[in-house]
């Protein structure tokens, strides 16, 4: 019997399980389809939401200097799944970074000419890093810069 070969997938898809919910992150993301697929995956979405609120809420009630904790902090969070494995168009949401130079409060869509590595220079040279390049980057995302 020839033998099976073993997919690598990171620790991290094991989370779900091990908090119990459905299956473990594959199984979620790609069994939302299958019979109680889609309501298994909204659940570890919520959670997950739920998580990031959490977390936001405690970097925005901890002062640090003339500010908060969030004021100083960058959070990006968001997912590159998709039904179709394409590389395009990710749900993103970046937080925090007042004081870092970012304005908030709107809903930005990028064309395909915008390399979503800008936005990781634009975190770089918040971060005091001016002048980084990171792979395919054309520029910094205007956009998001008060």
Known sequence: M????????????????LLGFWKNQYSLAHGWNKPDGAEALGKWDRFRAEQLSYFLRRLSTTRENEGTLLDQTMVLYGSSNSTTHNN???????AGGDKL???????????SDV??????ITIANRLGMS?????????EMTEIIS
């Not at 390399?115 to 990781?120: E, T, V």
């Not at 002048?131 to 520029?139: C, E, I, L, Q, R």
Request: glycine share 10%.
């Open 131 to 139: 002048g980084s390049k990171f792979v395919d980057s054309t520029n």
């Open 101 to 111: 130079g970012l304005k908030h409060g709107a809903y930005h869509r990028f064309g």
């Open 115 to 120: 390399p979503l590595s800008n936005l990781f």
């Open 88 to 94: 395009t168009n990710y749900p993103l949401v970046l």
């Open 2 to 17: 020839p033998r099976r070969k073993k997919t690598k997938r990171g620790f991290a898809t094991k989370f779900p399980s």
